[in-house]
Structure formats: structure tokens, C-alpha cells
Antibody, heavy 117, light 113 residues
Framework: QVQLQASGPGLVKPSETLSLTCSVSGYSISSENYWGWIRQPPGKGLEWIGNIYHSGTVYYNPSLKSRVTISVDTSKNQFSLKLSSVTATDTAVYFC??????????WGQGTLVTVSS | DIVMTQSPDSLAVALGERATINCKSSQSVLYGSNNKNYLAWYQQKPGQPPKLLTYWASTRESGVPDRFSGSGSGADFTLTISSLQAEDVAVYYCQQYYTTPWTFGQGTKVEIK
């Protein structure tokens, strides 16, 4: 059974860097898929953050591009998200998901990250 | 960016009745070389991640009940629930994956009347 699980600190201070890791089990991250991050502020809609291919090719949302880094570690079957200089507006549930070429068919449960001092 | 606009924002439908959600994109998401519409629909229940319902505008994801159907082409799309069940209460989102940044509609909340 394929599972994705996002993990990381649930509380980040303003101006610091948010770091999350998505662990993939039951499926090789090196398979022909993209892997993505999406976020959802409490009570609001979905925002695409970016996608990465196992080769390292990445696509970012231009609205976040200056602050976002997505990377992949095939040896650990994980991919990661870093978002720098966070503010309260970055408070959200962060989801990781698999993209087989037609949007996201498999999602992790999501992890709430709160930006607060 | 392609703006995705859903209508209505919410709707209440009696059990067993039809629910229809519309999604309009600010530009066509139909790719001419393969004649595919790069449009997906998701269902999200409280406290859960979104669940993929349809992709390529009308291809139902494996395991999704056949009462869910997607239609449309170009810039106008529809998700239809043919006979609303209690478990269909959720927020529904459309999403374009034609070009980055991928964008989602604002969501449509479906409730029981």
C-alpha cells in the first residue's frame, strides 16, 4: 500500500525557515512520477507550491519561488520542502502528493504548520 | 496565472437528487496536440486531504463511484453527482494542470437539503 507522510515542526517562528519532509512508503520515488507540495490555510482553499521529479527537475509557484526549495533524496525515498522567511500568512496545512502526470492521485494526510512567536 | 472560478460557492441538494458544480478557467486548458483537457476534480472532507475524482476532465479515478462524472472542454467544465448520497457532503475543487503555476478553484461546498 502506497503511503505518503509529511513530517516536521508544527510551530515555526516568524522570519525563520519552515522545513518539511515527505516520506514515501510502498512505492519508489524514482518511478515515473512527479512529487508535489500543496498547502491549505485554515478554512481556505488549496495553493500549489511546487513539483519535483526524481531527477531533480523542479517547478515552483512564482508567488513563492524566491523563498521555496524542493529537493529529493532517492536513497531515503523522501522529498522535502523548505520555505524561508515565513510569516503568519504561511500558516497552513501542508500536503505532499504524487503526480502521475494527470494531477495528484495520492495525498499524504497533511501536517499543520503554525507560524507564531 | 490561469484563474479557476467555481460556481456556486455552496449548494444544498436533497438526497438522491442531482448536484452540479461548474468550473470556468480564464483560458483554455485544452492541449491541441493530444486533445486532452488538463482539468481535475477533487473531493475534500473535513480533516482529510483532497481525493482525486476525475482527471483529463472526464476520466474517473479508479474506485470512484460512477455517480460522479466530469464533463466539459476548453474553458468550461462541470462535475455532476447524479444521485447525492450522505457521504458526498464535502468541498469540491477543480484544478488545472495545463501550465504552471497549477491553480485550483475556490471550492464548492455541497450539503444535504
Amino acid at each position: 500500500q502506497v503511503q505518503l507522510q509529511a513530517s516536521g515542526p508544527g510551530l515555526v517562528k516568524p522570519s525563520e525557515t519552515l522545513s518539511l519532509t515527505c516520506s514515501v512508503s510502498g512505492y519508489s520515488i524514482s518511478s515515473e512520477n512527479y512529487w508535489g507540495w500543496i498547502r491549505q490555510p485554515p478554512g481556505k482553499g488549496l495553493e500549489w507550491i511546487g513539483n519535483i521529479y526524481h531527477s531533480g527537475t523542479v517547478y515552483y509557484n512564482p508567488s513563492l519561488k524566491s523563498r521555496v526549495t524542493i529537493s529529493v533524496d532517492t536513497s531515503k525515498n523522501q522529498f522535502s520542502l523548505k520555505l524561508s522567511s515565513v510569516t503568519a500568512t504561511d500558516t497552513a496545512v501542508y500536503f505532499c502528493a504524487r503526480d502521475p502526470g494527470y494531477s495528484y492521485d495520492l495525498w499524504g494526510q497533511g501536517t499543520l504548520v503554525t507560524v507564531s512567536s | 496565472d490561469i484563474v479557476m472560478t467555481q460556481s456556486p460557492d455552496s449548494l444544498a441538494v436533497a438526497l438522491g437528487e442531482r448536484a452540479t458544480i461548474n468550473c470556468k478557467s480564464s483560458q483554455s486548458v485544452l492541449y491541441g496536440s493530444n486533445n486532452k483537457n488538463y482539468l481535475a476534480w477533487y473531493q475534500q472532507k473535513p480533516g482529510q486531504p483532497p481525493k482525486l475524482l476525475t482527471y483529463w476532465a472526464s476520466t474517473r479515478e479508479s474506485g470512484v463511484p460512477d455517480r460522479f462524472s466530469g464533463s466539459g472542454s476548453g474553458a468550461d467544465f462541470t462535475l455532476t453527482i447524479s444521485s447525492l448520497q450522505a457521504e458526498d457532503v464535502a468541498v469540491y475543487y477543480c484544478q488545472q494542470y495545463y501550465t504552471t503555476p497549477w491553480t485550483f478553484g475556490q471550492g464548492t461546498k455541497v450539503e444535504i437539503k
